[in-house]
């Protein structure tokens, strides 16, 4: 039997700040199986959506604030593997990803966050360098480097054609 191979589609938010003089980037804490992990703002792509709603509404739903992409940084394959209770063989996903920059917009005060996401925190490079035993994806370093080495390609790069957007209006 032949079995189609289905990458997951996910979407990232590589946010920064000035905070004084010190860059920082915006990231969520998340509970996982492994306990808590650090991640930029991100997630699947839903259905009717396009990358740069999913990564809005993303952003949206984790952090409590509004985001609007602007670019995109690069688009990413990775492969996950992690040992299941009850199975043979591990759980193996490749993820496809869309990481883009963008405007920070107004906080949503009282909005609540996504299960599992803890809090938000902003750290300087180096803190996120330091802590990448912490990191959920080994993608949220590489993400943060490709945006501090001024990779950005235009939104227009990814067409979402409007059959996709009409199917779930």
């Known amino acids: 039997m032949n079995k189609r191979w289905k990458p997951s589609v996910t979407v990232a938010a590589v946010i920064e700040r000035d905070f004084g003089g010190a860059r920082k980037f915006l990231l969520v804490e998340e509970q996982t199986r492994d306990g808590l992990r650090l ?6 792509l839903d259905p ?7 990564c809005a509404r993303e952003t949206l739903e984790e ?6 992409p602007t670019a995109i940084v690069g688009i990413y394959l990775s492969r996950f593997e992690q040992a299941s209770a009850g199975r043979a063989s591990p ?3 490749t993820y496809l990803r869309f990481a883009f920059c963008g405007e920070l917009g107004e906080h949503v005060p009282g909005q609540a ?11 300087t490079a180096d803190e996120i360098r330091a802590c990448a035993h912490l990191h959920r994806s080994p993608l949220l370093l590489t993400c943060m480097e490709d945006y501090l080495a001024g ?19």
């Open 151 to 169: 990779r950005r390609y235009p939104l227009d790069l990814i067409t979402t054609d409007s059959s996709v957007l009409l199917q779930y209006s």
């Open 63 to 68: 952090t409590a604030f509004h985001f609007k």
């Open 91 to 93: 759980l193996d996903i």
């Open 48 to 54: 009717g959506e396009s990358p740069e709603q999913a």
């Open 113 to 123: 966050l996504d299960e599992g996401i803890v809090r938000t925190v902003w750290l």
């Open 39 to 44: 991640n930029n703002p991100a997630g699947h």
